[in-house]
């Protein structure tokens, strides 16, 4: 469903994606880890056009992400993208938040919206805070909200970045929870985290990034058990050490 | 010693009450249409389109290196007699209120434009590329996303703006217009009392002015709360 081909992005001089590829099955979950400044966010974002690409390839269900022709609004409709700082729009209460889109993106009726937006709300547990602000929530429900704001879209597949990295660790597992479930649905998903537990869980393969490379792409059992490069081995005792 | 007689007040309110409803429909209307063009200056200038964003550029510093009087002046010699050929209108239309409320506008665009891009530049940028990861076109993200957050971060700063603009309508009396402070002169001269009128009409926008300040700090501390 996802394939990326050799793809290469530098900011000036400054290369930070060097030939990266890998395919993505639909209904597969992948987790891409690494250390900080290794390419890992910077890859996703370009999965959904949100970073340009200087050269290679990115297919999203057959559609060329990087070519001229492509409508990037109506394919960045169709995949779903979670971000470190949830980037709820502080202006709009949660119900809002979640038909915005549908309505001016989907061109959806509002009740129809509205609908939909209440049952990712039920799903993710926060109906009752439907009509509150962003900013009277916590981290770990504002991120639910934004991940059920990604889903009133129907997305093909999502793009998680980093998406429990902001949040105090009491709220990690609400969040990740929500992920699980999505992942056991059978939802594409692309995550970029350090949350080895969930990697572990959920992951089908996992993707190791360092200096703008991907220098492994395993299936998940494999990595954990045997990594083959240096890099991954001393990046995974470190995490896991504590 | 001067004796100071203000008898012919309360004879001049109806008057002078003509003049403020001319002031403050100045005023309005400058704001409405100085806000509007104003932020429209304000993403082209922010416009990775090279040309819109010198061209809004050259605008605004035109325009914030010229006396507001002078821009105002220029108006009412250039824009009657454009709009008469234009539209074709007789000679005896008065365009004045007209022409002072497209150079208020055109002018306080410039303030506005430079107030609107320091707002939209305080909405962080993380706001955008989720308006954009939800397919939304950048237009779009612009108006539904980052506009209403710029608009109300930068409410106090377009609000204190409008109050000086308010003061600013006093200018138009160079084209004779009878707006607050034309009344006021136009009476005291009559009357011979243009000291009385002047201290008058000079309590007044004190009183109108400060109470908006007033309001506007408050109204700033209850959105900081």
């Known amino acids: 469903m996802i394939s990326i081909r050799d793809v290469h992005k530098s900011y000036g001089t400054v290369e930070v994606l060097s030939g990266c590829s890998t395919e993505v099955k639909k209904g597969e ?102 009509h509150k602000h962003p900013g009277e929530l916590s981290g770990g429900q504002q991120q639910r909200v934004a991940i059920a704001r990604s889903l009133a879209l129907d997305p093909i597949c999502m793009l998680f970045d980093e998406p429990t990295s902001a949040l105090d660790p009491e709220m990690i597992n609400e969040v990740l929870d929500v992920m699980v479930a999505l992942a056991r649905d059978g939802m594409t998903m692309i995550v970029v985290t350090h949350e080895m537990g969930f990697a572990r869980r959920v992951a089908h393969r996992i993707v190791f990034m360092d200096r703008g490379k991907i220098v492994e792409d395993a299936p998940t059992a494999d990595f954990f058990a045997a990594p083959k490069t240096d890099r991954a081995r001393q990046f995974l005792s470190k995490i896991l050490q504590h | 010693m001067y004796q100071l007689d203000w008898s012919s007040i309360p ?95 055109l002018f306080e ?5 430079e107030i609107m891009r320091a707002g939209i530049q305080s909405v962080s940028r993380g706001q955008a590329q989720a308006a ?69 009409a000079g309590a007044v926008y004190f009183v109108i002015c400060s109470a908006a300040s007033f309001a506007v700090r408050r109204f700033q501390r209850r959105l900081a709360a």
């Not at chain 1, 038909?99 to 993106?105: D, G, S, Y």
Request: hydrophobic fraction near 55%; glycine fraction near 8%.
């Open chain 2, 109 to 113: 665009a410039a303030y506005y434009s």
């Open chain 1, 29 to 130: 979950v992948i987790v891409v880890c690494g250390p900080s400044g290794s390419g890992k966010s910077t890859l996703i974002k370009c999965v959904n056009g949100l970073e340009p690409i200087q050269s290679g390839e990115i297919v999203v269900d057959g559609i060329s992400v990087a070519a001229r022709r492509t409508n990037l609004p109506k394919l960045r409709a169709r995949v779903g993208m979670v971000f470190q700082h949830f980037d709820l729009f502080p202006h709009l209460k949660v119900i809002d938040n979640l038909t915005l889109a549908q309505r001016k993106v989907l061109g959806r009726r509002e009740e129809e919206a509205r609908a939909r937006a209440f049952s990712l709300l039920d799903r993710v547990g926060l109906r009752e805070h439907a």
């Open chain 2, 132 to 200: 954009l990861a939800l397919g939304m076109r950048p237009l779009q993200a612009m108006w539904l996303v980052v506009l209403p957050q710029a608009f109300r971060n930068m409410l106090p700063l377009l609000l204190t703006q409008a109050i000086i603009l308010f003061q600013d309508t006093s200018l138009v009396y160079v084209s004779a217009l009878a707006d607050f402070f034309g009344a006021a002169y136009k009476v005291g001269d009559r009357d011979g009392r243009l000291v009385e009128m002047l201290l008058f």
């Open chain 2, 11 to 105: 004879g001049a309110l109806p008057f002078l009450w003509q003049g403020m409803k001319i002031s403050l429909e100045i005023t309005l209307v400058a704001i409405a249409a100085g806000i509007f063009w104003g932020t429209i200056l304000a993403l082209m200038r922010l416009s990775p389109v090279r040309a819109l964003s010198l061209l809004a550029t050259g605008y605004v510093s035109l325009f914030r290196s010229i006396p507001l009087v002078m821009v105002l002046l220029w108006f009412f010699l250039v824009v009657p007699t454009l709009l008469r050929d234009v539209l074709g209108l007789s000679h005896a239309t008065d365009l004045r209120l007209a022409s002072a409320m497209v150079g208020f506008a």
